[in-house]
């Protein structure tokens, strides 16, 4: 949610800045500015729009070694060129950029008001640079720039990653966070600061992570390279500077038209090394739980945090647990249960599972429970996010950079992680026999490959889409496992082609849903050879009694559905555990070929953004 970049060094800083926003831009892509620092003055130039519509606005390329930038997503204030960052103080002297939210800014800007302060935008983030301009001027004598927004901090609540500039102070970047997150990479003789590493990778692999609450202040000139790192309390830090392993091909489409579709073909590879190191001589070796794990065997119950996607591969893993590991499992969306009274026992094991490890919800539903003392357990894909650090035990995904906005190969990693946590129990706890677990095991390890039978037949999907995608509305249903595929399937389709869709379990159809159905509406029914199977069967026969359009997810060969339906999409015979990782396949696919046939923007979907850092 907005992307931020800043660069201080010897370099020319605009070409670094651009770049960086177009590596940031999934975050968020409504407008797009830079301001820049040369001789004692601040050039900002911004434009609503991609950075594309920034890049053709700026005619020549601004001058300059120091630098701030930023992609936006609107919260306060439509998409303009007003609104957009850098924000610049009233006197033009101080630039920021701004990801999160000033919950307090309305009763500062009045404050500001009264003082004759005017604003030209409808954002909080200007009136937090007129706040620090304020304070910076105000006093006997004029304060330093990272005195003058460290003591501003102290009047503002709510969220921040911020980068500032000071027309005065020609060699220093102030920075600072809560909440939002912020990556700061040690190059030689330079810095790059950025929301996270993938602008930062191609010029240094180490980078510090900055903690809530804390501020950083980068000064280079001639003589010296300096970064103070403290709180906003004054009190300085020890800086830990932590090598990142992500390879810049990794951040390329690699001859695909999307990240989306790139990442789709990506999932075989990145199941295997999701998984790799942990399956060893038929067993599940989850080393990083180490000291916990008497508190993950001894949990009466598991409470699993998430949003969006991540929520719907907690959702099923709750089936995974279930039939496994034999504990309860709540899953609970990350942005309901923090603003309930969530009853969390000392003994509760608490799996927040998060892509980006940013989301704003799940971030503050996991610090609450941890506040009342659960265990937290954290299944994210990039390594040293927040809620990682939050967690007790962070696991990780090894899918590589997930760039498209809808999130595939997040949702196959992190249930193939789930899955093999859940034998790790039940391995434990000896409630399955050492067999049965190789057996679940052995199949486990096959699905990468049949996951790329799937991929083979991807023109078979796109013919369907070619049928379907001038459709309005569509209905996902599934049974057991199929029911959170279900799920999935409608918010990809919705997320990226803008088509109304629902995911619902089959078996509630009949108590409501099945009044939406007619000859208009196509419904796509999860419908392999399982324990659900008849369930299903029945449930086709009386969506085609009402004329529904119906499109199957079958077992290969299955001449039975075949011949009621409309379309069959085929899939691999599997056990019920391994169907979402097969069937999720042609579900991104189907949303993927619509889209594209739509003419949506499908790796910057309208409205949304990669990482959802406010709440
Ligand atoms: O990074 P996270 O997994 O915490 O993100 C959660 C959701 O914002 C995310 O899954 C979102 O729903 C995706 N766009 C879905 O494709």
């Given at each position: 949610?907005?992307?931020?970049?800043?660069?201080?060094?010897?370099?020319?800083?605009?070409?670094?800045?651009?770049?960086?926003?177009?590596?940031?831009?999934?975050?968020?892509?409504?407008?797009?500015?830079?301001?820049?620092?040369?001789?004692?003055?601040?050039?900002?130039?911004?434009?609503?729009?991609?950075?594309?519509?920034?890049?053709?606005?700026?005619?020549?390329?601004?001058?300059?070694?120091?630098?701030?930038?930023?992609?936006?997503?609107?919260?306060?204030?439509?998409?303009?060129?007003?609104?957009?960052?850098?924000?610049?103080?009233?006197?033009?002297?101080?630039?920021?950029?701004?990801?999160?939210?000033?919950?307090?800014?309305?009763?500062?800007?009045?404050?500001?008001?009264?003082?004759?302060?005017?604003?030209?935008?409808?954002?909080?983030?200007?009136?937090?640079?007129?706040?620090?301009?304020?304070?910076?001027?105000?006093?006997?004598?004029?304060?330093?720039?990272?005195?003058?927004?460290?003591?501003a901090l102290q009047k503002v609540t709510g969220a921040y990653a911020i980068l500032v500039l000071l027309k005065d102070e020609p060699d220093t970047v102030v920075i600072a966070k809560m909440g939002s997150p912020v990556v700061l990479g040690i190059g030689k003789e330079e810095f790059f600061?950025?929301?996270?590493?993938?602008?930062?990778?191609?010029?240094?692999?180490?980078?510090?992570?900055?903690?809530?609450?804390?501020?950083?202040?980068?000064?280079?000139?001639?003589?010296?390279?300096?970064?103070?790192?403290?709180?906003?309390?004054?009190?300085?830090?020890?800086?830990?500077?932590?090598?990142?392993?992500?390879?810049?091909?990794?951040?390329?489409?690699?001859?695909?038209?999307?990240?989306?579709?790139?990442?789709?073909?990506?999932?075989?590879?990145?199941?295997?090394?999701?998984?790799?190191?942990?399956?060893?001589?038929?067993?599940?070796?989850?080393?990083?739980?180490?000291?916990?794990?008497?508190?993950?065997?001894?949990?009466?119950?598991?409470?699993?945090?998430?949003?969006?996607?991540?929520?719907?591969?907690?959702?099923?893993?709750?089936?995974?647990?279930?039939?496994?590991?034999?504990?309860?499992?709540?899953?609970?969306?990350?942005?309901?249960?923090?603003?309930?009274?969530?009853?969390?026992?000392?003994?509760?094991?608490?799996?927040?599972?998060?892509?980006?490890?940013?989301?704003?919800?799940?971030?503050?539903?996991?610090?609450?429970?941890?506040?009342?003392?659960?265990?937290?357990?954290?299944?994210?894909?990039?390594?040293?996010?927040?809620?990682?650090?939050?967690?007790?035990?962070?696991?990780?995904?090894?899918?590589?950079?997930?760039?498209?906005?809808?999130?595939?190969?997040?949702?196959?990693?992190?249930?193939?992680?789930?899955?093999?946590?859940?034998?790790?129990?039940?391995?434990?706890?000896?409630?399955?026999?050492?067999?049965?677990?190789?057996?679940?095991?052995?199949?486990?390890?096959?699905?990468?490959?049949?996951?790329?039978?799937?991929?083979?037949?991807?023109?078979?999907?796109?013919?369907?889409?070619?049928?379907?995608?001038?459709?309005?509305?569509?209905?996902?249903?599934?049974?057991?496992?199929?029911?959170?595929?279900?799920?999935?399937?409608?918010?990809k389709l919705k997320e990226i082609s803008y088509i109304h869709a629902e995911g619902y379990t089959a078996g509630e159809m009949k108590h409501g849903l099945l009044a939406l159905v007619d000859k208009n509406m196509p419904v796509l029914f999860i419908a392999n050879k399982g324990s659900s199977?008849?369930?299903?069967?029945?449930?086709?026969?009386?969506?085609?009694?009402?004329?529904?359009?119906?499109?199957?997810?079958?077992?290969?060969?299955?001449?039975?559905?075949?011949?009621?339906?409309?379309?069959?999409?085929?899939?691999?015979?599997?056990?019920?555990?391994?169907?979402?990782?097969?069937?999720?396949?042609?579900?991104?696919?189907?949303?993927?070929?619509?889209?594209?046939?739509?003419?949506?923007?499908?790796?910057?979907?309208?409205?949304?953004?990669?990482?959802?850092?406010?709440?």
């Open positions: 949610m907005c992307g931020i970049i800043g660069y201080v060094g010897k370099k020319e800083a605009y070409e670094i800045l651009i770049k960086g926003l177009e590596r940031l831009e999934y975050r968020g892509y409504d407008s797009a500015g830079v301001a820049l620092l040369s001789n004692n003055v601040i050039s900002v130039y911004k434009k609503k729009g991609k950075v594309a519509e920034l890049k053709n606005f700026i005619q020549k390329t601004p001058k300059g070694n120091i630098g701030i930038a930023h992609t936006r997503w609107a919260t306060h204030g439509s998409p303009s060129d007003k609104n957009a960052h850098p924000q610049l103080s009233n006197s033009g002297n101080i630039a920021i950029v701004h990801n999160g939210i000033i919950e307090n800014y309305l009763a500062i800007k009045e404050v500001l008001i009264k003082k004759g302060y005017k604003f030209k935008s409808d954002t909080d983030t200007e009136v937090l640079v007129n706040l620090i301009e304020d304070i910076r001027i105000n006093g006997s004598k004029k304060l330093n720039l990272d005195e003058a927004v460290r003591l600061i950025a929301s996270d590493a993938t602008p930062i990778i191609e010029y240094t692999n180490k980078v510090i992570y900055l903690e809530d609450e804390e501020m950083a202040i980068i000064k280079t000139n001639r003589e010296s390279n300096k970064i103070t790192i403290k709180t906003i309390n004054n009190k300085i830090k020890n800086p830990n500077i932590h090598t990142i392993k992500t390879k810049i091909e990794e951040l390329e489409k690699g001859g695909f038209k999307h990240f989306m579709l790139k990442e789709i073909f990506e999932q075989p590879h990145a199941i295997k090394d999701s998984i790799l190191g942990r399956i060893k001589n038929g067993k599940v070796r989850m080393e990083e739980i180490g000291e916990y794990k008497n508190n993950l065997l001894n949990a009466k119950r598991i409470i699993i945090l998430a949003c969006g996607t991540s929520f719907h591969a907690g959702l099923e893993s709750k089936y995974f647990f279930e039939e496994y590991s034999h504990i309860p499992v709540l899953v609970e969306y990350a942005s309901e249960f923090r603003y309930r009274k969530p009853v969390i026992y000392k003994d509760d094991v608490v799996v927040a599972i998060s892509q980006s490890g940013e989301t704003a919800d799940t971030l503050a539903a996991v610090k609450l429970a941890k506040e009342q003392g659960a265990t937290i357990f954290s299944l994210c894909n990039v390594v040293g996010s927040s809620i990682s650090r939050i967690a007790h035990v962070p696991i990780y995904t090894f899918a590589g950079p997930e760039i498209g906005v809808a999130s595939t190969k997040a949702f196959t990693t992190q249930i193939a992680v789930l899955l093999l946590l859940c034998l790790f129990i039940a391995s434990e706890k000896r409630l399955l026999s050492n067999k049965k677990i190789q057996n679940i095991l052995t199949e486990f390890e096959n699905i990468p490959q049949k996951i790329e039978q799937i991929l083979l037949e991807d023109k078979s999907v796109k013919e369907i889409a070619l049928k379907l995608y001038e459709m309005q509305n569509f209905i996902y249903l599934g049974r057991g496992y199929g029911f959170p595929l279900a799920l999935e399937g409608a918010l199977y008849e369930k299903v069967v029945s449930n086709i026969m009386e969506v085609k009694a009402r004329n529904g359009i119906v499109i199957s997810l079958i077992t290969k060969g299955d001449a039975r559905i075949k011949k009621i339906v409309d379309y069959v999409i085929e899939i691999p015979e599997t056990s019920d555990v391994m169907l979402p990782f097969v069937a999720s396949i042609p579900l991104q696919l189907l949303a993927y070929h619509i889209a594209l046939l739509r003419g949506c923007e499908i790796d910057k979907p309208r409205n949304l953004a990669k990482s959802v850092t406010v709440e």
